[in-house]
């Protein structure tokens, strides 16, 4: 594992954030710029996605799977998350990444040469009461650097008692 970025004299560090869209991965990007700003690292900021499964599955497959659009709502999902987060003080480069494929061993790969990867807990998929979604879970068995799990934090706006307050 080579944990640093070479440029010209400077090490550069890079923490690397998987976004999925979600409140949950939002805050996972928020936590990831600040600790980047703390460190003075870039920050690599990554979305996957792949066909529907009942896409892949259907023999009208080569027409169903639009892939230009998926591709761009992809980067939309991104550079939206990106947008509303806030990267502005980072003095690293914030680089964005929209990769083709499986989440947990796309994020995997793309932490690689990075010095941490940082994932929320839960992300967009539906199953109430899992503290972990699957690419969070995998993540926390697979990953080859360090990782951070963000979990839910309550927010004053949200009118969400629950995470703070029991
Ligand atoms: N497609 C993705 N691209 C990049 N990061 C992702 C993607 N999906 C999930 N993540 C990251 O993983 C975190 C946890 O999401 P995960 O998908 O494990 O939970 P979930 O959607 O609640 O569960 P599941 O997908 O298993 O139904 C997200 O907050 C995000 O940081
Ligand atoms: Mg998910």
New binding site residues.
Partial sequence: MRAYITRGETEMEKIVV???G?E??QQ?LEWAAAEAKLRGADLLV????QQPAAVLMSPYAPVLADTAALEEAAWRTLTDSVAAANVTEIVGQVQQVVVQGS?APA?IEAAQESSLLV?????????AG?L??????QIAHEATVPIVIIPPVARATDGNRSQAEG
């Fill in positions: 998987g976004v999925d979600s949950s991965a996972a990554v979305h996957t996605w989440a994020l994932v929320g807990s839960r992300g967009r998929g539906g199953f899992l972990l979604g699957s690419v969070s879970q």
